[in-house]
């Protein structure tokens, strides 16, 4: 059974500190591995990675991928209270996708 | 277009009735999946259609589940003898060929359903 497991699943940080999301997975048919944000209502798309230790970056957020231990990483730094949310992982496994529960990020001021 | 539509947006309901939500997807993407989403929890899929074919449905999608997108534009998602742990939201998501590319799902606002 295809599996993705995010760690850890609650955090709380103060503003300005460092965060690393964890993403694990154990799948068949791996294509891409997808981050993605959620605040109130509709994920929304952050990262694409398909390709092993090739970082994206997009501002304060960066994220990258280990094919050999199955995993990826999202980092956030100097954090904001606007970075509250909860932060998916999703696999794409053919042309399906598979969520994990994902992380929910508090910063508080 | 501004972006994938769905309703209603909440729906209460006693448990028993039938239930049915729509999606509207981005008009030039010709695919489209549903989720559920419960509390704490990351979106689960239930289907995807790729234009008018529905190519998979989760093991976890029951007989009281049914999804159509009969002319391939909008879907519906229809629960009937709703039971109480029907209760979570119901995600729509859309994609076309290039943005499957870049992984990118685009979603809706989601349906919440409340079985009482």
């Known amino acids: 059974e295809d599996k993705v497991v995010q760690s850890p699943l609650s955090l709380v940080v103060h503003e300005g500190d460092t965060v690393t999301l964890n993403c694990s997975y154990e799948v068949t048919n791996f294509r891409s591995l997808l981050w993605y944000k959620q605040e109130k209502k509709a994920p929304t798309f952050l990262f694409m990675l398909?390709?092993?230790?090739i970082e994206k970056k997009s501002g304060r957020l960066s994220s990258i991928l280990d094919k050999k231990e199955l995993s990826s990483i999202l980092n956030i730094t100097a954090t904001q209270t606007g970075d509250s949310a909860i932060y998916l992982c999703?696999?794409?496994?053919?042309?399906?996708?598979?969520f994990g529960a994902g992380t929910r990020l508090t910063v508080k001021p | 277009d501004t972006g994938v539509s769905q309703n209603p947006r909440h729906k209460i309901t006693k448990r028993g009735q039938n239930v049915t939500f729509r999606c509207d997807p981005i008009?030039?993407?010709?695919?489209l999946y549903w989720y559920r989403q419960t509390l704490g929890q990351g979106p689960e899929f239930l289907t995807y259609?790729?234009?008018?074919?529905?190519?998979?449905k989760s093991r976890l999608l029951s007989d009281r589940f049914s999804a159509e997108r009969p002319k391939g534009s909008f879907s519906t998602l229809e629960i009937q003898r709703t039971e109480q742990g029907d209760s979570a939201m119901y995600l729509c998501?859309?994609?076309?060929?290039?943005?499957?590319?870049?992984?990118?799902?685009?979603f809706g606002e989601g349906s919440r359903l409340t079985v009482l």
């Open positions: 008009s030039e993407h010709n695919r």
């Open positions: 998501a859309s994609s076309s060929q290039t943005a499957m590319n870049t992984g990118e799902l685009f």
């Open positions: 999703a696999v794409g496994i053919g042309d399906d996708m598979r």
């Open positions: 398909t390709s092993s230790g």
């Open positions: 259609f790729q234009n008018e074919a529905q190519l998979e």
